[in-house]
């Protein structure tokens, strides 16, 4: 081990030390510059790829039209579902949250279509309430839950669904009506998931209709879209 060691240095060491030190400062120097001109270039780049004020009247217009389309389909799936899912509306009670431990259903209709199984999720669209313990409403495919006059859009089958939706609907058939209990841990469990408290026992009213096709969204309003978002519409 060296200790307390006097270090002396020649001329041609000391400008060695110097040069290496300037150095040094010019390489950090350029690093800071090559930042701030990236940075620049990512802020101009984001720049450019806003929507000029053609391409944003030429958004808007599209994104009405895709609107209007999706409204016209919900207006005519209404008028066909309407009268009958309303009725279901007074099967919003309050219940014993404590009594829900499993996945429960009855059967307010039995459908005449094809039954829904664990392989076949993705062929049904659906209409719903969902509501709490406290007959709380926290979703429904009404425009108003208080006073509804019109369906939304059905909602479409997915296996994303919650397990519990997905235990629930097992066996029911196109046209089929159901009321199904669900059990926090087959819903969302110990997690707030809007305005559902974590820990809650879920009960829906389901009916399962056709599976209906979403309308398509445009490839030009998608690309638009992706450009007034800083994305390329390659991606």
Do not use: C
């Not at 940075?39 to 009405?64: C, D, P």
């Not at 919003?92 to 009855?106: H, I, L």
């Amino acid at each position: 081990m060296i200790a307390n060691q006097d270090l002396h240095t020649s001329p041609r060491q000391r400008i060695v030390i110097v040069f290496i030190a300037l150095l040094m400062l010019l390489s950090t120097f350029a690093l800071y510059a090559s930042i701030v001109l990236s940075s620049n270039g990512s802020s101009s780049s984001a720049e450019a790829s806003a929507l000029t004020a053609e391409e944003e009247a030429r958004y808007q217009e599209l994104l009405a039209e895709y609107q209007d389309k999706v409204n016209a389909q919900a207006s005519e799936l209404s008028s066909k579902y309407f009268d009958e899912f309303a009725t279901f509306k007074s099967r919003v009670k309050s219940f014993n949250a404590a009594d829900v431990t499993d996945v429960t259903w009855t059967d307010l209709k039995v459908g005449d279509g094809e039954e829904v199984n664990s392989e076949d999720f993705v062929e049904y669209s659906a209409y719903y309430i969902g509501w709490l313990s406290d007959e709380t409403v926290f979703d429904s495919s009404f425009d108003d839950a208080s006073k509804p006059t019109a369906l939304n859009s059905p909602l479409a089958g997915t296996t994303e669904m919650i397990q519990g939706w997905k235990d629930g609907i097992q066996g029911m058939k196109i046209g089929g009506v159901r009321e199904i209990s669900i059990p926090s841990a087959l819903g969302y469990g110990d997690q707030d998931q809007g305005s559902i408290p974590a820990n809650s026992p879920l009960r829906f009213v389901v009916m399962l209709v056709p599976r209906v096709d979403e309308v398509e969204v445009p490839d030009e309003l998608n690309n638009l879209y992706l450009k007034s978002m800083g994305y390329s519409a390659e991606g």
